[in-house]
């Protein structure tokens, strides 16, 4: 019997909506720093606020779109994530950088799924870092996206990148009830990780959650 994917739920914008999404069954909270565009954005005091009410061993990640080595430990230092999700790209020496200076923070690569690119990607920078992310944004844009659209991306792509990166992955874009069921067979993901599908009028929407989680299994 297949154990169903973890549960990550982006977005958390207080400590309220933090204790429901733990409730209902979340094991990873999504806290959102300053982005180019997309939703979620929280300051960074309420981060390290709602971050330090979360009990072990819920997951608190950190999603920040620095890539400077040291802007990213200062700031993760500020917020007191156990998590780091770099959301765009980085030097691959970052990454010793980090472990370096946070020892026991776990590191998260986001990678944008586009194209057939994104396994070649992902198989470079798995050795580096505990987990990748699969999301649907665009890096290359002026502004770039770099998460919370709502697109679904290709599924094939992603299941390659399972197959082949050694490292858990979360599967992130457009995920949504009646949907997740074919997500889960075709790409088999360590996680799933989710925002607008569950929210009402940007709140975490208890009863969107629950149905979400029950179509999980």
């Known amino acids: 019997m297949t154990t169903a994917p973890r549960i990550k739920i982006c977005c958390i914008s207080s400590v309220e909506e933090a204790a429901t999404a733990i409730r209902l069954g979340a094991s990873a909270l999504g806290l959102v720093s300053a982005m180019p565009s997309g939703p979620g954005c929280v300051d960074e005091s309420l981060i390290a606020e709602i971050a330090a009410t979360v009990p072990p061993p819920i997951a608190t990640f950190l999603l ?9 430990i200062a700031q993760q230092r500020r917020c007191r994530t156990s998590t780091l999700q770099l959301v765009d790209a980085v030097p691959l020496s970052t990454y010793a950088t980090l472990r370096r200076a946070l020892p026991g923070i776990s590191l998260v690569q986001v990678i944008h799924v586009r194209d057939e690119g994104a396994v070649a990607e992902s198989r470079a920078i798995a050795p580096h870092v505990d ?3 699969l999301d649907s944004g665009n890096p290359t844009l ?4 770099l998460g919370g659209t709502g697109r679904v991306h290709d599924w094939a792509v992603s299941r390659q990148i399972v197959e082949q990166c050694g490292k858990p ?3 992130a874009g457009g995920l949504r009830a009646d949907n997740v069921g074919d997500a889960i067979r075709q790409v088999n993901p360590f996680g799933l990780d989710l925002c607008s599908s569950v929210r009402t009028d940007g709140a975490l929407d208890p009863r969107k959650l629950a149905a979400f989680i029950r179509a999980t299994h």
Not at 64 to 72: K, N, R
Not at 142 to 145: D, F, G, L, P, Y
């Open 131 to 133: 987990a990748l992310l």
């Open 142 to 145: 002026a502004v770039k996206e």
């Open 169 to 171: 992955v979360f599967l």
């Open 64 to 72: 920040t779109c620095l890539t400077d080595a040291e802007a990213i």
